[in-house]
């Protein structure tokens, strides 16, 4: 799996080394435990899948590029899913914040993290559109979902020089690294076609 990642574009070897380091399987239903580490996405449930493996390893190097130090480096996750991604984020990131709208996924991913024991994650129920705002700054935002913008919370909850990465539009998306100009703007640079399930307000309890 991590030599397919490196052979479609990823070269950071921070974020190849964290992909080897997390067990995808324990992420994944039993019933696809065989798939596990093929380089695609596979149903959690809810209408969410756990994000294909390059694609959690771009998202992490668009973010890594131009910190300084990542290892001190604050992250809100958008979207937790069964929690793979936050698991490979805390692998190379000095704290990982990730919020989940579904209440079922939620718990899902506590569980799923729990015996990892990775003390820099934490996980927080709620409607990832609003950010994490009692958290906030963060030196990053990556989303998990798509949405014809960026929501406004997420810019007024990142630090000076932070960035966001994350799918951006509607029938046609693109993985997009965004971040303020001198007069608070948002500069968007698209990275390449995705598809991404749709970014939702609100919260889903059962």
Same mark, same amino acid.
């Given at each position: 799996m991590v030599e397919r990642?490196?052979?479609?574009?990823?070269r950071d070897p921070r974020v190849l080394g964290a992909l080897a380091a997390v067990p995808r399987h324990h992420?994944?239903?039993?019933?696809?435990?065989?798939?596990?580490y093929d380089d695609c996405s596979l149903p959690l449930g809810h209408g969410q899948t756990i994000s294909q493996p390059y694609i959690v390893a771009r998202?992490?190097?668009?973010?890594?590029?131009?910190m300084v130090a990542p290892r001190t480096a604050r992250v809100l996750e958008i979207g937790t899913g069964g929690g793979y991604a936050a698991a490979v984020f805390a692998q190379i990131f000095g704290e990982v914040y990730s919020i989940e709208r579904v209440r079922a996924l939620h718990d899902r991913a506590r569980a799923n993290l729990r !015996?990892? /024991?990775?003390?820099?994650?934490?996980?927080?129920?709620?409607?990832?559109?609003d950010g994490l705002a009692s958290e906030a700054p963060f030196d990053a935002i990556i989303a998990a979902a798509a949405g014809a913008e960026i929501p406004a919370a997420w810019g007024e909850q990142l630090a000076p020089g932070g960035v966001v990465v994350a799918p951006v539009g509607d029938a046609q998306q693109h993985l997009s690294v965004l971040r303020r100009d001198s007069q608070g703007r948002w500069v968007?640079?698209?990275?390449? !076609?995705? /598809?991404f399930v749709p970014l939702l307000s609100g919260v889903i309890a059962a």
């Open positions: 990642v490196r052979e479609l574009g990823v992420f994944v239903d039993a019933a696809l435990a065989s798939r596990a998202s992490a190097e668009l973010a890594i590029s131009g !015996p990892l /024991r990775l003390a820099t994650v934490r996980l927080a129920y709620g409607d990832g559109a968007c640079q698209q990275i390449e !076609p995705v /598809r």
